[in-house]
């Protein structure tokens, strides 16, 4: 069964608390005798504090560096971690008797505990307006969960619902100086943290929640995402515009999407409900929704109806950042990372079958022409010649050869790629080898031969004289087992 968050901005609806069942993680702020009576019925409780107005207020950005700084800035050493934590925690938050403690960790005879799930905002136009600047923010967020883990010790989950401006990682910042201080200030350095072993392939840093993970300071996250009726931002989804995330690691997440303030859930229509939300990992839940505002909560909810947990490694869902319309896989960034990859191929039409892949540019499918030079987009005169090229396939994808089996596997290892890349598939028909290409314009007469049937799967008909066509010839699936 799957658990679902619910983050309450009027957490004392007790009627709605009452209709969740046992297991149900409720997400807010709630004094400690609330939190006692709610855990002793079986709920999950995520903490989030009041953090101090008029030093993190939206009129600031939500900048937290300007209470917690002066704390950090010219200490050389922390004799007690833990005291030195409370301090930062006694700055940054309004009421610090909130705090969750450390026994309310413990599991109740009804299953209930308390987690510390802080809501962490960030608004960069404020910020910028204000003086402040984007290497201020994270290290104030930084800072404020180092001090939660301190206090709260290594087996208190610690999993912040940050707003989707620092799950894309808005803003410039630089993690090095964020973690080693530089000309203006220490920033992070008597902290002592890690910064990750390497970065993107163009030099861009991997997502800021990498960090915070990598170094045992949050346990996973609970991703803010309310667009509605975006495509490319559907309930549940990670949004291509997002930083990319170290690949390799397991870091737990979930999505978190709105039920009403804004009402994302009841007003977008596009591709659903029920939208698949993506998570990761052993968090106390798979999907989750906000309440904003002070309207009655539906006791007959059931989130069922709209967000169905679904599981992926955020690198595997990057990987098909780009496949809102066409099967491509997005490779960017991974650089040096080499992968593993399964494929797997659902024979229904009883045919031998190649199946391979080539570099694209970009989402329209251009290739460059290796004899001329030029851009060529899906329909120009030799884009197919171009396409099949072999200075455009990928070498570890090439000439995969099925036959009539109604399965097909492979197993593709250290696979390094660094570009967007798309499918095409090849039969033979009546003696002549047929190419189909996952861009309609590339095919004869412009027809649709690929149709995405989730992440990093799609169908492919190999009729090629534009009869309906149901997508299920070939249906071609790719796992990425180490992501």
């Known amino acids: 069964m799957s658990a679902y968050a619910y983050f309450l901005d009027a957490i004392q609806q007790t009627d709605f608390l ?25 709920l999950v409780i995520g903490m989030s504090c ?27 050493s922390i004799t007690n971690k833990r005291e030195f934590a409370k301090d930062i925690l006694k700055a940054a938050l309004t009421y610090p008797g909130e705090m969750p403690s450390l026994s309310e960790a413990n599991e109740t005879s009804e299953g209930g505990y308390v987690i510390w ?49 620092i799950f894309k990682n808005l803003g410039d910042f630089d993690t ?70 170290l690949p390799g ?16 859930l009841r007003e977008t229509t596009t591709d659903g409900p029920p939208w698949n939300s993506y998570y990761n990992g052993g968090l106390p839940f798979n999907a989750g929704a906000y309440f904003g505002g002070a309207e009655s909560y539906p006791t007959d909810l059931d989130l069922s109806d709209y967000l169905i947990p679904t599981k992926q490694s955020l690198p595997s869902l990057q990987i098909a950042s780009e496949q809102e319309d066409v099967a491509i896989l997005n ?43 030029e851009l060529l987009t899906p329909g120009d005169d030799g884009y197919r010649s171009a396409a099949l090229n072999q200075l455009n396939q990928v070498s570890e994808l090439t000439n995969l050869t099925g036959n009539d089996s109604p399965s097909t596997n492979w197993v593709i290892e250290d696979l390094k790629e660094d570009e967007l890349i798309a499918p095409f598939v090849q039969v033979i028909d009546n003696h002549r080898l047929n190419t189909f290409f996952a861009f309609d314009d590339a095919n004869p007469g412009g027809f649709s ?21 149901d997508y299920k010839d070939l249906m071609i699936a790719l796992t990425f087992p180490e992501l």
């Open 449 to 469: 031969h690929f149709k995405n049937l989730g992440v990093n799967s799609y169908g492919v008909d190999v009729n090629f004289d534009g009869k309906p066509v």
């Open 50 to 76: 009041a953090l101090k107005q008029g030093k993190g207020a939206e009129d600031q950005g939500f900048n937290l560096w300007p209470a917690i700084g002066p704390i950090l800035e010219g200490v050389t």
């Open 117 to 165: 799930a802080q809501d962490i905002e960030y608004h960069p136009t404020w910020v910028e307006k204000t003086g402040g600047n984007a290497n201020e923010v994270y290290a104030g967020i930084t800072a404020l969960l180092w001090a939660g883990r301190q206090v709260l010790g290594d087996d208190f989950i610690i999993a912040p619902v940050p707003s989707s401006s």
């Open 18 to 42: 009452n209709s969740r069942e046992k297991g149900s993680v409720i997400i807010g702020e709630a004094d400690p005798d609330d939190r006692s009576n709610w855990v002793n019925d079986g």
């Open 249 to 264: 690691e397991e870091l737990p997440y979930a999505i978190l999407s709105a039920w009403s303030n804004p009402s994302q």
């Open 331 to 373: 490779f960017t960034g991974l650089g040096n990372d080499q992968i593993d990859l399964n494929i797997s191929v659902k024979n229904n039409i009883s045919q031998d079958f190649i199946l391979g892949y080539y570099l694209i540019k970009d989402d329209q499918g251009s290739v460059l022409d290796p004899l001329t030079g």
């Open 176 to 245: 090095d100086v964020i973690l080693n201080g530089n000309d203006e200030s220490d920033y992070l350095k008597i902290l002592q943290l890690d910064n990750l072993p390497s970065k993107q392939s163009s030099g861009k840093e991997w997502n800021y929640l990498s960090v915070l993970f990598q170094n045992d300071i949050i346990d996973g996250f609970l991703g803010q995402q309310y667009t509605e009726n975006n495509m490319d931002a559907l309930p549940g989804s990670v949004s291509a515009d997002t930083r990319k995330f």
